[in-house]
Each structure stands twice: as structure tokens, then as C-alpha cells.
């Protein structure tokens, strides 16, 4: 028995690597976190937070002026009304004079 | 559509003698269903995805079955009654690294192998409903019988979108309608002594529910569409 758990080991530890794979296309953030973001041209710029269901959850960023290139943010992972979010996908729009210009996608866990 | 009505027609021979009398009864039987589901708010979900860089997949086509009863009451009128379960999918997936798929089958001595792919993001909306329809016999010739209806759906659903490290699922229920045309033929076959008969039925069903958990805000599972179904049914 024991030699089949030695025997075994090697794969094990190859399916727990598989299922932490870090090359997903979305962030996996356990705390506060700071993002960036490329504004084409100048303009008014919005950053929400929408959750699974589309729904907006937190406005970071509201009707405020922004400059063309690279901008940073963050976001402490709480709702609107200062609560933590509950595990799941998040994702964040960038928006630029009402135009939807980015999203980006993360994956909040404890 | 053509192929299932020619496969009726192959299958579902007039029973020798068949007759245009009509004699009252009920039967229970399985049926295996196809819909093609609005599901507006997963397409926007799925292109929310999409546009964060992902290539979400989302299916066109809700699977499903049913159990259901089938009662000629008169004549001219046959009521239906079923609890069936749909299921409508979609995700995001990555290949396996294929070393890493080799040294798994080779360390577990073939116990264990990845079926290709990882599944990183699973969106499963399942409808479990109970429906209600009284029919229009519209002819009724040699074992063969063409009838149209219509009524209420009660269906309760549950959405649930997994993630390598998350779970999210919400819940909700809500009352639709269904209407829909049916071809059913006696079949020559018996089961024991039982009379077989198998039918066909198309139509259009408006059925959507909303997720209740606060998190959802009323979050819509749009099930509505038509839908084509095939099933065998014994006598009682």
C-alpha cells in the first residue's frame, strides 16, 4: 500500500500542479489588489465592478477626467456598501466616454 | 425535424386492424427533448467573458428528458402531464500540457488520464419543470393521430458557474406556458402485453425565470423557445 502511494505521488503532485495553473487569461487575488489600464485618448472615464451576474457591485472610478496612456487603480474587493465580496468571478469594466474600452477579469477567493 | 418523422413513421407501424375508434386511456412514457433556449443573459455573459480575453464557449442547444403521462379523455381531447429536467452548458477550457498528461498515465499506470482538457470556468444552468397541456385532436386515423395544445410550465432552476478556485450557484423558479403540435403512432411492437405507441412533438415554450439569491438581482435564465421532443409511451 505504501509503495503504491510513493508509486502514485509523482501524479498526484502533477494533477495538483494542473489544477493550480497560473497561466489562466484572468487574475486570482485573495486581497486589495492595483490594476492598470491604457486610455487610447482623453476623456471621461469610469471603472466598475460587475459580478457573475452582470451586476454592478462597486464603482471605483466615476465621471472623472483622465489623461491619454497608462493609469493605475485598486480594488479592496469590497461591494458598495463596504462589504467584502463573496468568492467568485469578478470583472472590471473600463469605460471611456460611455464606451466600454476594457475588461479584465478576476477570480476572488479566500 | 424530417428524419424524426421518418423515423416515426418507420418504427410506428399501424398496430394489424388498427381502427379509427377511439377507446379512453392513459400511458406513461420517456421522452428525450432538444430546445434552442433565448438564454439572452448567458450570451452577455459569454461575450463579458470573451471580452476579457477568454474564448467562453457557450452551447446553443438545452438537452433534456421527461417522464410523463398521456391520457385520451375523449374523443377529440388528450391532456399531458410531466416533470422533465433541461440542461444548458458552457465554459472556458485549456488543454491539458500534454507531458503532463503522459507522465499521469504512465505514474498511475493507466488509472488516471485527462480527457484533453482542463476545465477552468463550467456554467451550468439546469431547469427542472412540470407541465400541464390539454390537446385538440386534430384527425385520428389508423392508430395514428395528429393534435395540437397548449399550458402552464412551473419550472424551478439553478444556475452554477465554477471556477478553478470558486462556486457560485443561484436559484429561482417561475411559471410559463408551452405550446406546442404532437404526431403520435400505435407501434406494431408490444411491450409484453402492453401497447406501445410513440409520439412527436414540437413546439414553442415561454419560460424564463429569475434568480432570487439578493446577489443575482434578478438575474434571468430565458428558456423560452421552441423545442422538438421524441418519446415512447406504454398503455396503462
Do not use: K
Given at each position: 500500500m505504501g509503495k503504491l502511494l510513493l508509486f502514485l505521488m509523482p501524479a498526484l503532485l502533477l494533477i495538483s500542479a494542473g489544477c493550480n495553473?497560473?497561466?489562466?487569461?484572468f487574475e486570482q487575488v485573495t486581497e486589495e489588489f492595483t490594476f492598470t489600464y491604457d486610455l487610447p485618448n482623453e476623456g471621461v472615464v469610469d471603472l466598475i465592478v460587475l459580478n457573475c451576474y452582470m451586476?454592478?457591485?462597486?464603482?471605483?472610478?466615476?465621471d472623472t477626467a483622465q489623461s491619454s496612456g497608462s493609469h493605475t487603480s485598486s480594488w479592496d474587493l469590497l461591494d458598495s456598501s463596504a462589504i467584502r465580496v463573496p468568492d467568485g468571478l469578478y470583472y472590471i469594466r473600463i469605460i471611456l466616454d460611455e464606451d466600454v474600452i476594457e475588461t479584465q477579469m478576476y477570480e476572488v477567493y479566500q | 425535424m424530417t428524419l424524426l418523422m421518418l423515423l416515426l413513421c418507420t418504427i410506428g407501424q399501424?398496430?394489424?386492424?388498427?381502427?379509427d375508434s377511439f377507446s379512453p386511456g392513459f400511458r406513461i412514457g420517456f421522452t428525450f427533448m432538444a430546445s434552442f433556449p433565448s438564454m439572452q443573459s448567458e450570451k452577455d455573459f459569454a461575450d463579458m467573458n470573451t471580452a476579457a480575453g477568454l474564448n467562453f464557449e457557450l452551447g446553443s442547444t438545452a438537452w433534456g428528458g421527461s417522464v410523463e403521462v398521456l391520457g385520451d379523455v375523449s374523443e377529440k381531447f388528450r391532456i399531458r402531464g410531466s416533470v422533465g429536467g433541461t440542461n444548458f452548458s458552457g465554459g472556458y477550457s485549456e488543454d491539458y500540457n500534454a507531458m503532463q498528461n503522459i507522465f499521469l498515465v504512465l505514474f498511475t499506470l493507466g488509472l488516471f488520464s485527462g480527457d484533453?482538457?482542463?476545465?477552468v470556468i463550467d456554467l451550468n444552468d439546469q431547469a427542472i419543470s412540470i407541465e400541464a397541456q390539454a390537446y385538440y385532436v386534430l384527425s385520428r386515423t389508423a392508430g395514428m393521430s395528429v393534435s395540437a395544445g397548449a399550458g402552464p410550465i412551473y419550472t424551478f432552476a439553478t444556475r452554477k458557474l465554477d471556477s478553478p478556485n470558486t462556486a457560485t450557484s443561484g436559484s429561482g423558479s417561475g411559471l410559463g406556458f408551452v405550446a406546442s403540435l404532437r404526431l403520435d403512432q400505435e407501434s406494431t411492437f408490444k411491450l409484453g402485453c402492453l401497447p406501445l405507441m410513440f409520439g412527436l412533438e414540437g413546439g414553442y415554450r415561454m419560460n424564463s425565470v429569475k434568480i432570487s439569491d439578493e446577489e443575482a438581482d434578478d438575474y434571468e435564465l430565458d428558456f423560452s423557445g421552441p423545442f422538438v421532443k421524441i418519446g415512447s409511451y406504454i398503455g396503462l
Open positions: 495553473d497560473s497561466t489562466y487569461p451586476n454592478n457591485i462597486r464603482t471605483l472610478l466615476a | 399501424p398496430s394489424e386492424g388498427g381502427t484533453g482538457e482542463d476545465h
